[in-house]
């Protein structure tokens, strides 16, 4: 496959053809704003992290040129260097080296430097600068670096990597008009190329790995680059073991330089950081020395032995409860909102069929879900903020002594924690784990953190069955109940990490690597943008899977019609409609699998129609119970009130909503995660089988926990 | 066009006065002599900037540590602590 660079070199220097798109790939270290630089350049908007290597997914945007050229943009992986240590990592590595499968092949390569971390920072840019292909480097956050005291010449900076270098502050939009004007005219300008000699006796050493590279085709720079940086590398990179005899020379390399006196797997990095003292000595002056940082004066109570775990789970119960308190009064408006929008409608159709599909199944069925989003809005806030401000790396550090007696390192804590918005991008940002077995071993037990979908049924559940009681100030038995099933499903994913850890996973505990970015005031702006990407993520499926899961429904509880006596009472005439129908007669069918653990086959058609996604649990049993236009109150109230009609006794009784919540604490009910983890866990067969794993255990543990709460509970005598 | 000189490279820093730098307290200031851990892990030290002759400040000790590097953050488990030699250059007062 790798014949890769001689032709897009080639690409790189000849100019663009009128009207052509000039394509550019923006990388850069974790932390440098560089996604915030790629949505104010493209103005298409996504989520923006501060912990490292929040950028997993591929985002592509484009803008218009000074000349009105179409130019792509291609936002890569945060990365420290192109030795890929992490999935991230490759994604970007082979996006430059033109071996993705895409062959999205960059133009122009955009180089993102956080100046107030200007040394660490040119390792990357060293490396790129080396690649062959026309590169501009941003200069972000200058504001930031002359709070601190740095200044940076920035002509001499650009004369000794041999670019142009544009001062840029992408959160404020400053120095986007110069960039854009810089990635436009960077192709007509020479190529970049190695901006220091390497001692003779190293540049002979590495020459047959270089001829090797330059054989398949590699630039002859960036064949100087990959020499180099191969004698670091340990792991077999796809090239390696493509390109012929590769590993070989690069062996045999090795063995000349120690000969020499020289350690291989450091030559880059000392040879590197020695040209980078240099470039900084020339370009940076210091004019004042701030000795503790904010950040570190922050960190002295956070990342505290005793406090910093306080203040950890502090501001859990804080985000639970507010979650659970704070949105109180926005679902009670939007529930007014439907109940009124849907009686109006309702009143205009004729009684019906037409009538019940709008009631039961559109109301009933999506606006129960819709009621939600308040909740949703709010989590989703929360953990942006922990994210964006730069804590989320700090609770990794936190949990770093509780995530290796697991068998795992701090890193698989982040997303985890994501995990509680939603399982599908805690599971995409497991790309920042480097080992392979960890990262299966994270994926496999993201989904047990309580992901917002679930908190439609805790929600009602609650609501319906635990009293308001005041435990502490701010604290009531119905948020405590909430943070009691987040910890349940949080304390049983570290159970299930070490067991995958200790079985299908076995393997050394590695340990952890992770920077601590410098705190940061989150943009209002940027929060805001995440909140409602992920609310409008919700509304697509409340507009699609559930509208239609909730319209089959309702047919499945209308058709086949029962002849029913109409002189009995309505209640009575609906509830024996609903066991004729063909929601009634799949209910009986799945009953005997529910039956132990107390529930009747109304939640058992819920839970069946639920595993394509859980809120429908509420819609399910909002068309059930044919709550139309109310609303969730309303079917609180139902639930309450439901009577077994043989025993005359309550049917749902606390002990039983309580093991359901269990059952939905540890059930995987959600296609779209399934899809993800076959895609992250390898894909094909591999994927597959990874997905079926976790998709039993989870369902086999739901139904053994829920009946342990169900048959536990009433042999204690909790039964009424 | 530089070229670029490596003071630590034939070097042979003398044993005496160097230790684990998993045994340094916070407060120390130490020069990194030599990482010896797994290959993939050593890379990406070195590509963080945590590299042979570096000076790094110990912010925090426990079982993991909190260290300065070049100006940044870097939280270290304490397996890997263990692996790499230091010589403590300064302690803070």
């Known amino acids: 496959m790798t014949a890769p660079t001689a032709e897009s070199a080639k690409g790189a220097t000849a100019p663009l053809p009128p009207g052509g798109t000039l394509r550019v790939a923006i990388i850069g270290n974790p932390n440098t704003g560089k996604t915030t630089l790629f949505n104010a350049l493209t103005g298409l908007r996504q989520r923006v992290g501060n912990f490292a290597g929040v950028t997993v997914e591929r985002v592509e945007g484009a803008f218009k040129g000074p000349d009105g050229q179409r130019v792509a943009v291609l936002d890569l992986p945060g990365s420290y260097s192109l030795s890929a240590g992490s999935p991230d990592e490759q994604i970007a590595l082979d996006v430059l080296l033109q071996r993705d499968s895409d062959r999205w092949r960059p133009d122009v390569v955009l180089v993102v430097i956080d100046a107030s971390h200007l040394e660490r920072n040119l390792f990357l840019a060293g490396q790129v600068i080396e690649l062959g292909v026309p590169v501009v480097v941003a200069l972000n956050q200058i504001d930031v670096a002359n709070e601190q005291g740095i200044s940076i010449d920035v002509p001499e900076l650009s004369h000794e990597l041999g670019v142009q270098v544009i001062p840029t502050v992408a959160k404020r939009g400053e120095g986007l008009d110069p960039l854009k004007s810089a990635l436009v005219r960077a192709g007509t300008l020479p190529l970049p190329e190695r901006r220091f000699r390497l001692p003779a006796d190293v540049q002979r050493a590495l020459a047959p790995v270089e001829q090797c590279l330059l054989r398949e085709g590699l630039h002859p720079s960036a064949a100087g680059m990959e020499a180099l940086r191969l004698l670091g590398v340990q792991r077999t990179e796809p090239h390696l073991a493509q390109v012929p005899d590769l590993r070989d020379e690069v062996v045999a390399a090795a063995e000349k330089l120690r000969g020499a006196g020289y350690t291989p797997a450091r030559l880059e990095s000392e040879i590197r950081y020695a040209w980078i003292a240099d470039v900084v000595g020339r370009t940076v002056t210091r004019t004042s020395h701030e000795s503790v940082s904010f950040s570190d004066r922050v960190d002295r109570v956070v990342l505290h032995r005793v406090w910093g775990p306080l203040i950890f789970l502090l501001l859990m119960a804080v985000v639970f409860q507010a979650v659970f308190t704070w949105a109180a009064p926005l679902m009670d408006g939007i529930e007014v909102l439907i109940g009124a929008l849907g009686g109006a409608v309702a009143e205009r159709i004729p009684e019906g069929d037409l009538r019940s599909l709008v009631e039961g199944g559109l109301f009933g069925g999506v606006g129960s879900v819709l009621v939600f989003l308040p909740q949703i809005a709010i989590l989703f806030a929360f953990i942006t903020l922990l994210e964006h401000s730069g804590y989320m790396a700090r609770a990794a550090f936190l949990m770093d002594r509780v995530m290796r007696r697991v068998g795992l390192h701090g890193k698989s804590f982040i997303p985890m924690l994501s995990g509680y918005a939603c399982a599908v991008p805690g599971v995409m940002a497991t790309r920042t784990i480097e080992d392979p077995k960890d990262r299966l071993a994270t994926i496999m037990v993201v989904p047990l953190m309580s992901c917002s979908a679930r908190l439609p049924v805790y929600t009602l559940l609650i609501g319906a069955f635990v009293p308001a009681t005041a435990l502490l100030p701010g604290l009531t038995l119905q948020g405590a109940t909430m943070l009691g099933m987040y910890l349940l499903g949080t304390v049983t994913a570290l159970l299930v990490a070490a067991v995958f850890k200790r079985t299908l996973l076995k393997g050394p505990v590695r340990p952890m690597i992770l920077e601590l970015p410098p705190y940061r005031w989150p943009s209002l702006w940027s929060l805001l943008v995440s909140v409602w990407q992920r609310c409008a993520l919700f509304l697509r499926r409340a507009g699609t899977v559930i509208l239609a899961l909730s319209i089959v429904l309702w047919a499945m509880a209308t058709y086949p019609k029962a002849s029913v006596d109409a002189s009995l009472p309505e209640e009575v005439q609906a509830e024996q409609q609903l066991e004729y129908s063909l929601l009634g007669r799949v209910g009986k069918a799945i009953e005997p699998a529910v039956r132990p653990l107390g529930y009747d086959w109304k939640i058992g058609v819920s839970i069946a129609a639920s595993f394509a996604a859980r809120e429908v649990f509420v819609s399910t049993m909002g068309t059930i119970y044919g709550v139309g236009g109310e609303n969730e109150a309303a079917l609180s109230e139902k639930l309450r009130a439901e009577v077994d009609p043989n025993t005359g006794q309550r049917r749902y009784t606390p002990l039983v909503a309580i093991g359901l919540m269990v059952f939905y604490v540890y059930a995987l009910m959600c296609i779209s995660t399934v899809a993800v983890t076959v895609r992250e866990a390898g894909g094909g067969g591999v994927g597959w089988r990874w997905a079926g794993i976790q998709f039993a255990y989870m369902l086999a543990l739901a139904w053994v926990a829920a009946w342990l709460v169900y048959a536990g509970g009433r042999a204690l005598g909790f039964g009424g | ?93």
């Open chain 2, 1 to 93: 066009m530089s070229h670029v000189s490596l003071p630590t490279l034939h070097s042979t820093e003398s044993a005496a006065r160097t230790c684990a730098l998993s045994s340094c307290r916070a407060g120390t200031r130490v020069t990194v002599v030599d990482i010896e851990c797994s290959g993939d892990e050593a890379c990406r030290l070195r590509a963080l900037g945590f590299c042979e002759g570096t000076s790094v400040n110990v912010i925090d000790a426990r079982d993991s540590m909190l260290l300065e590097v070049r100006g940044t953050r870097l939280a270290l488990g304490a397996a890997l602590t263990a692996g790499i030699t230091v010589q403590p250059t300064a302690a803070r007062a």
